[in-house]
């Protein structure tokens, strides 16, 4: 990934800040004047409220704070008057504060404009969340080469009045790409969360999609796809509300209980100090609080004793029942293995390549897991294994699960509209087999692309020991980067666009995190336009052309 320098590392008041010298080129450029650096100054100071997702409001009391650092750490009274002179002469009221914001955003968003207009192509993760005033917002992420490297950007945020059905998304982000200037016809992958509007088959927002762009490959989060083949039912979701309601015993009958229950484990130096809830919404929950409530067991086991509630009897028995536990401990071990998995399909930077490799490394490892159970060894259950006496513990419900977990698996990685060959051969370009009809499925993939030439340059690329070890080296990413476009611009090309897919809407989701962080209880009356501003400033990776702006006369405004 691409990522711009940092704001914050440099000093709001060196010259050197605003030095003359255009970076951008080898040309020199004018001075800037006292009142063009002061408002440079006031750019930066808001660039970096922004990235820290802070209140307009703070910037008057950045420059209060500054003041009083002048005023303890400089001595000389004459250069103390004249560094805080230029401080107040530095524009932060709030009003200020968002007028700056809107022009940076702006900037921002042209350059990526300007990438986006020279890339080949682009791939599109979306999803849609409410904010704290239950207005829909439509996140809109693109990822593409940038012809240096591979970038993930927020797109746009845009707001969703009334209904979110497929075809007002559609309209949306259609309206959306027309007035940035933008060509639907260029995306190669659309990426939603698998809700009915994304996905229906007539006003589904991807077959809409398609009906514009034929070419286009829809998919379903694979990360949502991870979590929908865990579902439990049965005996063992049985055993999953009845550990989910003793814990909601515990921690929200009262205040006061839930104050004991912490005091106990206190009182018996227990390795946690509480038990966790379990949120359907948060995908990692229900593992952790599983792990927790096999790992304080018992010392739940003496809070129930103790308690004089006629619903601790009820629960005490349970825990006390060995089938109980072993069936608790087993889901814990499940859980752990499940949430590693999702924690490596999330993050930035991934493609749809990575996320399908570790889906069918989990393949084999359910393979693993079936056996370990069946031979009793149970070397990847260690919490199962500490609870049980005997292997005879060990149920049919346990296995059936993992049974399922690779029936549900297979059957959704098999049920990928995905090029498999070519992912091989992004992957390792020197071990693909020639012959075949690896350059048919390139063709499809990209028809612009010549299928005869392909070939040969799959055959030139195989022929070179160095590349291969660039390969071994740096990595798929930076292997394809640094391919020659001239040399071997067909097997690039194709190479670029299978790198440019998402897998997932891990970006989508982690921007409304941040979102509700800007659009918090204490800032809920700002507008969409202005979340959409503050939000691009905070996930960007690019960095605003500050002295051009200034030069260009965009930033004088009164203040």
Same mark, same amino acid.
């Given at each position: ?9 440099? =000093? ?151 209904? =979110?059905? +497929? ?134 086991? =003496?809070?129930?004793? +103790? ?43 991934? =493609? ?23 031979? +009793? ?183």
């Amino acid at each position: 990934m691409c990522g711009g320098i940092m704001l914050r590392n440099t =000093t709001l008041f060196a010259p050197i800040l605003f030095a003359s010298y255009n970076r951008s080129s080898t040309t020199m450029v004018r001075s800037l004047t006292a009142q063009e650096r002061a408002t440079a100054a006031s750019l930066h100071v808001s660039w970096i409220l922004a990235k820290k997702k802070r209140p307009f409001t703070d910037s008057e009391t950045v420059k209060d704070c500054m003041l009083a650092v002048v005023d303890e750490v400089i001595n000389d009274d004459k250069i103390k008057m004249s560094v805080a002179s230029a401080i107040k002469n530095v524009p932060l009221s709030d009003t200020s504060n968002i007028r700056r914001v809107e022009i940076l955003a702006a900037d921002v968003y042209e350059t990526l404009l300007g990438d986006l207009m020279k890339a080949d192509t682009m791939s599109i993760a979306v999803d849609e969340s409410t904010d704290k005033t239950d207005t829909a917002q439509l996140c809109i992420y693109v990822r593409f080469f940038d012809g240096k490297c591979f970038r993930e950007e927020l797109l746009g945020l845009l707001p969703l009045e009334g209904h =979110t059905t +497929g075809d007002i998304v559609f309209g949306k982000i259609s309206a959306f790409f027309k007035d940035s200037g933008l060509d639907m016809k260029r995306v190669c992958m659309l990426v939603t969360d698998g809700a009915p509007s994304m996905t229906g088959k007539v006003n589904g927002l991807a077959a809409r999609w398609s009906a514009v762009a034929p070419q286009l490959i829809s998919l379903h989060c694979i990360v949502h796809q991870a979590v929908l083949c865990a579902k439990l039912s049965g005996a063992l979701k049985t055993t999953m509300d009845s550990v989910m309601a003793m814990i909601n015993f515990i921690r929200s009958t009262s205040s006061l209980q839930h104050r004991l229950f912490r005091m106990l484990l206190s009182e018996m130096s227990a390795e946690h100090h509480d038990l966790l809830l379990h949120n359907d919404v948060r995908w990692l929950s229900k593992g952790k609080a599983l792990e927790r409530f096999c790992g304080l067991r018992e010392e739940i086991i =003496t809070f129930l004793r +103790g308690s004089k509630q006629k619903k601790a009897e009820t629960h005490l028995s349970r825990i006390l029942d060995d089938n109980f536990m072993a069936d608790a401990c087993f889901l814990s071990d499940i859980f752990k293995h499940l949430n590693d998995l999702n924690l490596g399909l999330q993050g930035r930077d991934k =493609t749809v390549i990575d996320l399908v490799e570790q889906m069918r490394a989990f393949q084999v490892k359910l393979d693993l897991f079936t056996n370990d159970l069946s031979t +009793g060894r149970m070397l990847h259950f260690p919490t199962l294994r500490k609870c049980i006496s005997s292997p005879a513990q060990i149920t049919d419900v346990m296995t059936d699960f993992i049974a399922m977990l690779k029936n549900n698996f297979a059957g959704r990685l098999d049920g990928l509209d995905l090029p498999t060959e070519l992912a091989v051969f992004v992957r390792d370009p020197f071990t693909v087999a020639i012959e075949g009809d690896l350059s048919a499925r390139a063709k499809k993939l990209v028809p612009s692309i010549d299928e005869g030439k392909f070939t040969l340059e799959l055959v030139d690329m195989q022929s070179s020991v160095t590349m291969a070890q660039e390969l071994s080296t740096n990595g798929p990413a930076m292997f394809w980067t640094d391919v020659n476009a001239h040399q071997f611009p067909n097997i690039k090309k194709v190479a670029i666009v299978m790198l440019s897919m998402f897998g997932s809407t891990y970006t989508c989701e982690s921007s409304f995190s941040h979102m509700n962080s800007i659009k918090s209880n204490s800032r809920c009356s700002l507008t969409d336009h202005t979340l959409h501003q503050c939000l691009r400033i905070a996930l960007t990776t690019y960095e605003p052309k500050v002295t051009a702006l200034i030069q260009n006369k965009k930033c004088h405004f009164s203040h």
